[in-house]
C-alpha cells in the first residue's frame, strides 16, 4: 500500500520536508516495482534511495552541527542504525529478491512514518527557535 503523505509527517522546515516527500515518493516507486519484480528496476530504485537518504542525512547532520542541537549524536546515531540495516536489506536483495523485497518495504514505511519525521520534528522546532531563515543549503 502507497504511503500518503499527510500534515502529521510535516516538520515545518521546507528543506526536510521536501526531502522526506521525495523520499516518500522512491519508497511508493519502489512498491510499485515490487509488484513486476523486475530487479533491474528495483536496483535502480534502490540506488535513487540510498543516494537520497545519505543526501538528505548528510543535509540534517550539518544543519545540526551547525547550531550545536544537543541530540545531535543520537540523532546521527539513529540515522546510522538506519542506513546499516537498509544496507543490510539491499544486500539481501541483491541475493535472495524474493524473500527481502516486501520486508525491505514494510521496514522503510515504518521507518519513515515512525522514526524519521517524529525524530526530525524536535530538531526543527529547536533551529526555528534561534535559527528561523536557516534553509540548510
Ligand atoms: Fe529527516
Ligand atoms: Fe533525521
Request: hydrophobic letters at 35%; one cysteine or more.
Amino acid at each position: 500500500m502507497s504511503m500518503e503523505w499527510t500534515d502529521h509527517y510535516e516538520t515545518g522546515h521546507p528543506v526536510i520536508d521536501r526531502d522526506h516527500r521525495d523520499i516518500v515518493d522512491i519508497i511508493n516507486r519502489l512498491e510499485v516495482e515490487l509488484d513486476t519484480e523486475n530487479p533491474t528496476e528495483i536496483s535502480g530504485i534502490l540506488c535513487d534511495l540510498t543516494d537520497s537518504i545519505l543526501d538528505h542525512f548528510g543535509r540534517e547532520e550539518r544543519m545540526m552541527l551547525k547550531i550545536r542541537y544537543p541530540e545531535y549524536g543520537a540523532h546521527m546515531l539513529s540515522h546510522c542504525r538506519f542506513f546499516a540495516a537498509l544496507t543490510r536489506f539491499i544486500y539481501v536483495f541483491e541475493t535472495d529478491q524474493a524473500t527481502s523485497c516486501r520486508a525491505m518495504h514494510a521496514f522503510l514505511t515504518d521507518w519513515m512514518v515512525g522514526q524519521e519525521c517524529s525524530e526530525d520534528q524536535p530538531f526543527v522546532r529547536f533551529l526555528n527557535a534561534g535559527y528561523p531563515d536557516d534553509t540548510g543549503r
